[in-house]
């Protein structure tokens, strides 16, 4: 990993070119980028906040000329010709980036706790058997779910968001929790929010 701390301003940035409506409630934005580190067609998002960014497709990327399309689906209000914006692939989504700008007042050092589990199977798929901490907003059992049961502090670990480490049962007894219950274990909250660097955001993957 790059050891260079990374900023906003250092992310691949988008200016909008052209703007164009379509009878579906899109908007095709045209337009170009500074650089293409991070960048790839799909999935991916305009940042403006962590509550008002843009989210929507990337389409024919030009590498030689560094152009795209970013399409977006009926967006809450058009970006005008000439607007900027700092760019982000899918995989990572705006909290993740306004936590570490906003600096170390949104995150708690707390010994993890296990707590009890639902454990279900998903008819939507089939073999697997799909756990959620009990309580936890995402703990609703899809209608038609079977085998449904609680286990008793079965969830007993969470993984460090950017490095994948374990917090709680097989891994650190501490790390630092979000406002939203996003977990970083003690070397990446001291590398990326302490610092408010968003190298991270440059693995592949």
Known sequence: MDSTRVTLNDLAQFTVAAVESGPDGTARLA?????LKGVQEG?????VSRTDSIVGALA????TN??????VSQPKAVPRVGDKFPYLRGNWNTADIARVLEGEECW??????ASDAVEFRDPKH?????QRPVNDENDHVPDGSQSVRIREAG????HCRFCMAKIGHGGAAHGY???EGRWLCEDCYAKYVVQRDLSFLHRKG
Do not use: C, N
């Open 108 to 113: 708690r050092r707390i010994v993890f706790q």
């Open 60 to 63: 024919t990327l030009d590498a």
């Open 66 to 71: 560094m152009t795209a399309v970013f399409v």
């Open 31 to 35: 337009g170009f980028f500074t650089h």
């Open 126 to 130: 089939p073999g697997s058997i799909i």
């Open 155 to 158: 969830w007993d670990h969470e």
């Open 43 to 47: 999935r991916g998002w305009l940042y």
């Open 177 to 179: 929790k979000s406002v």
